[in-house]
């Protein structure tokens, strides 16, 4: 179900007028959802993944190519998915976002490099939590100066073991 502003066809339900009540746009099937600031994504029991909305029309629409996909997430007209821990983007990545070593637009998948049990993007910053129990970000760091980063960095503080004073390892 979604509901809520629909620029860009974002909810999905096949047209762009706002709803104020839950529409159905996948009937069945579905484990998670996410919606970005322009688009949406769905993934399914099976490891598909519908998306919809900016550039991308206003009903869902499998995506092909992609299967056996654990998470997603969609940011600021930016997908990411996630596989045995492998993070894939794609789309908007004027900051770095997408994670990729660059600020280049991308419509085909790029792997992100490292292995991650979570993840999350808002407009132009995302961050995760690696395999190692360390947290890593990339993009707009600072909008005051405009600092961004393109790759994950590791950030200073292990979440496995909060009681450590050691935060090199």
């Known amino acids: 179900y979604s509901w809520g502003h629909n620029g860009n066809g974002r909810l999905g339900d096949g047209g762009t ?3 104020a ?12 959802m996410d919606m ?12 598909q993944v519908y998306e919809w909305g900016y550039g991308k029309g206003n009903t869902p629409s ?10 997603i997430n969609a940011g600021r007209q930016a997908q990411f998915i996630i596989q045995d821990g492998i993070i894939k983007g794609r789309g908007m990545n004027n900051y770095g ?11 085909s998948w790029r792997t ?3 292995t991650y049990e979570e993840f999350d993007i808002d407009n132009y910053t995302a961050i995760a939590i ?3 129990g360390y947290i890593y970000t990339c993009g707009l760091l600072n909008e005051d100066t405009g600092t961004y980063i393109t790759s994950p960095a590791k950030l200073d503080d292990r979440i496995n073991d909060p009681d450590s004073t050691d935060f090199d390892n």
């Open 130 to 132: 690696g395999t190692n």
């Open 21 to 32: 009540t839950p529409q159905v746009i996948i009937n069945g099937g579905i484990v998670d």
């Open 97 to 107: 976002q997408v994670g990729a070593g660059d600020t280049t637009w991308n419509n």
């Open 62 to 71: 499998l995506i092909s190519g992609v299967s056996n996909v654990d998470d």
């Open 112 to 114: 992100i490099s490292g």
């Open 17 to 19: 007028t706002d709803r």
């Open 36 to 47: 970005g600031t322009f688009d949406g994504m769905a993934l399914t029991e099976t490891g």
